[in-house]
């Protein structure tokens, strides 16, 4: 069988990381909170270490061997997410600590170049990471915000958002899949929309970017952000890609070392991008680690772990509405494999005690996503998100841990 | 299993699904809106207090889990009639036993039926469902307005 | 022998160190280039791999098990470096990227209470990250800074802060040690001086909190910045402490997630210090892997390494001093285990590059500190410095190499 | 020793001790100052170009390590009495031999002498070094004042 038709297998995945062996409550762990964060592969985390005992200097600033063989190791990795975005030039790929970050960067330096009366658009289904920052824009400069407003089936609104669009639009700011609905939203006509109405956009992939494949030139979005801990990279890097020009016109954003071609106590020339926007020796160990979790995704087929996390979003849709009082929450024709839902017996809180004590791990809470939460009129949701290695078997056994739960609270 | 005999007993519950003095009070003279940001509970306190102190009607509005719909309950009751001193008294009392600083089961207490909160401590995210409704009434108490646990 | 006592056995402790068995072009790695960056314990490698093997969930959202288990490990390593700064209450370490990124936040947090007018002051010693970011309120606000001066061993002038230090002054921001001079700075008496003023007062400590004890209750300073990756922790995780007071009354810097108490999507109300300053999923593995850095630093001793870091300073300067033609930059009475020159014969560039060759791995540059260049007068300087895994018959393989270069270059 | 050989060769130990044209030009014309940030080297272009477009005088100022300043001595040598566009050529030619695209032992080329650069592509943190006057040079030929290698 080639490599296009053979049937997923999973087990086989589950091998390669190795807290999926891991233990909770003494129970076997089923892990199904995939959207906050994600386990890390063994060539991931062995790639880190080899750095740290084997290859450690610090990058850019060393002239010696080691600092430039780990220099280049950095760069790799640079290039590596280049290739994974299909964004061309690597000059165009930042690494921050993290999607919150990169997003920040957006808000704080794309932002000085915003007055008064500008206006940016979100949508009602953002992380706080895509909302705070611009109320705080808002507050701060007189910016104005509006906000796309999501269907009952957590679908945007296109004619809401067609609506919005005006000639004081400056930047549009929209999730590429949502947290909490999985609603994956059409950003190529997003952008296209953005474009024609004169504004720039920046697409939040912290959901989209770990489960389906990502193209930068197609979609000709001038930004986008996303977390590595989401794709199976270590914790402490993220990415901002900007297109070159966009980026070139900014100011930067952390300033320090080596984001500057000169300082004098009176003057400062700041560098070319990527470098103005790294301020500050960067987290090397970490960047690498990433780039071994592109080359990881990369080998397992991206598209394969796309259609199989499908699957499992089907089977999970399936199942859990067989559950008794149990309310999807978040129903678009187009989803990430997430699954939010409110459960009539008990508080999201109190499902994901009791699922624990199975070794179900998950979540329950607003998922920083108080606004959604607003929009569906509850307190808070149980979620499962699912990744490529997850089984169906694990789905069954949450649908049985939710029987636990209805008899307890029943 | 753990999480019935630990932390879901009968009491908690019944007090979740029928909690008392779930409502407004009239004549309030006191009150507080208290949040817990992690799993978006709130939780607002209502209370009447007479001159000397005395916390004559309290009741509890909002939303919640289990645990601090059941706890927002039995401490109504549990405070009804007391001063806002021994209320006070008996939140840290409260406090420390879920915190594992207090042992129910010795004396010198005045917890009464609230040990039933001891399993808490087992399941550190949820300390702060089982203390919500508490520091909210100390915020009643002190007229703060609002309060958030961290 | 008790502990106090006994010699220093550098040769023990390298073991604990993988990268110090390294080669470089063939030779063994001699690396003195620790104020760069440090190589990492095995301790910490291990448990960063454990960390992410057998325990790893994300931080202070999940209510499972596995995260509130992560949770802990993350608020014992805030607790760690508590004690470790005797910082007392632990809501005044904020987790950041690095020095960097804690040298910005008070930039742009504190940064937000100043006016036109105000006045901050730093010195002719500091690093690109103690001086671009106040470059940028001065342009932006209009604040003024003013720089205190540096006498020619490298001391910095305390005459000359007095002169500055008026009523107009609201932030003083030193450093505590030069990463290129060496100098360490009297910094309770800066602090004293700064209070009197009624100015606040932040600590650059990125060159000495790996190197000498630090009380921060002592020194009374009411923000502290370092970088985990030099006090040989990994990459990404730097700290910056601050008195609660202070924190508390202070903006917002980078928003997004966890550090919110509720959003609407017309208002958001933020979290208390620490959280309000951590937005976004922290880097866990790291921060949890410079708790066990701290540990580890704990087990050998601060003073011992402080103490045996001195011996080679002295050991290292009267080495160096004999070396034809070999001006060493900062001669501060004081100072720590950096040894910055400028050779006669060949520029700093050319002098690691042969060095290299010898398996030395030593940096030459401006150090991101080019006002301390400007004010010497070079151009770049090349610098040795040390770190207590390092060993007098490196210093005395230094001397050779230097000898080399008189002979390439002679 | 591999430095000896590949790098620091005889040329360009001299070419750093005796430097050729280090000095300013009379009746410049064109100019540019190149820095390098990584290592702090700066090196300023001075040229004087006639009507045609010849360069009639070439000099440098500035400090910089042995291999930045033994590259602009020989770059002046080998530019001088060039045209503006024949020196671009090698610059060209230059850049692509220090990365690695042009191999200076086979033909097709004009790099002469200047081939002795060619053991700095062993040396990635090296190149811009060997690169920075003639970045600077070309930035004196379109005349934008100001460049920086990055
Ligand atoms: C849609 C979305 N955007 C942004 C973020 C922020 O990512 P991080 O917390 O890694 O900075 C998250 C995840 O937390 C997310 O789900
Ligand atoms: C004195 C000083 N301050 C600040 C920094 C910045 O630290 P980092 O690059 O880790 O953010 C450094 C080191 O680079 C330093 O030596």
Known sequence: MDKKTAPFDVDKIRADFPMLSAKVNGK????????????????????????????????????????????????????????????????????????????????????????AGDEIIISNMEHHANTVPWQILRDELGVVLRVIPVGDD?????????????????????????????????????????????????????????????????????????????????????VLFGKYEILDSMPPYVTGGDMINTVT???????????????????????????????????????????????????????????KGLRIIGNAPHKAAIISFWLEAAHPHDVVTILDDLGISMRG?????????????????????????????????????????????? | MSYQSDLYQQVILDHNKNPKN?????????????????????????????????????????????????SASMMTVNVKGKTLGEARTLFEEFHKMVVGELDAKGGGHHLGRLAIFEGVREYPSRIKCATLAWHTLVCAIDKTGETTIE
Not at chain 1, 169 to 187: E, M, Q, W
Request: aromatic letters at 8%.
């Open chain 1, 28 to 115: 076997p762990l089923v892990y199904l909170d995939n959207a906050a964060t994600t386990h890390k592969p063994l060539a991931v985390i062995e790639r880190v270490r080899r750095f740290e005992s084997e290859q450690y200097a610090t990058v850019r600033r060393g002239s010696y061997a080691l600092g430039e063989r780990a220099t280049e190791m950095f760069e790799e990795a640079r290039k590596k997410t280049a290739d994974f975005l299909n964004a061309g030039d690597p000059r165009q790929i930042i690494f921050t600590s993290g999607a919150t970050q990169s997003l920040n960067l957006v808000a704080h330096s794309f932002g000085k170049s915003l007055k």
């Open chain 1, 154 to 238: 957590g679908v945007l609104s296109m004619e809401g958002y067609a609506k919005l669009l005006g000639p004081k639009t400056r930047l549009v700011s929209v999730t590429a899949a949502s947290n909490v609905l999985g609603t994956v939203n059409p950003v190529k006509e997003i952008v296209r929309m953005a474009h024609s109405a004169g504004a720039k956009i920046l697409v939040d992939g912290a959901q989209s970017v770990p489960h389906v494949r990502t193209d930068v030139k197609d979609w000709d979005c001038d930004f986008l952000a996303f977390s590595g801990h989401k794709i199976y990279a270590p914790t402490g890097v993220g």
């Open chain 1, 265 to 323: 106590l009176e003057r400062t020339t700041f560098a070319k991008p990527p470098q103005r926007f790294e301020a500050g020796t960067p987290a090397a160990s970490q960047v690498i680690g990433f780039g071994a979790a592109i080359d990881y995704v990369n080998s397992v087929g991206m598209d394969k772990m796309a259609a199989y996390e499908q699957t499992l979003l089907d089977y999970g849709t399936r199942v859990l509405g067989g559950v």
């Open chain 2, 22 to 70: 779930f409502r407004e009070v009239e004549g309030e003279t006191h009150s507080c809106d208290g949040y817990n940001p992690l799993c978006g509970d709130k939780i607002k306190i209502h209370m009447r207090v007479d001159d000397r102190g005395l916390i004559e009607d309290v009741g509890f509005s909002g939303s919640g889990c289990a645990i601090s719909k059941a």
């Open chain 1, 365 to 410: 809470g607003h998922h920083c996503a108080q606004p959604v939460m607003q929009r569906f009129g509850v307190p808070a949701t149980t979620r499962a998100s699912f990744s490529f290695y997850n089984k169906t078997s694990e789905i069954d056994f949450l649908a049985e841990g939710l029987q636990k739960v209805i008899e307890v609270f029943g």
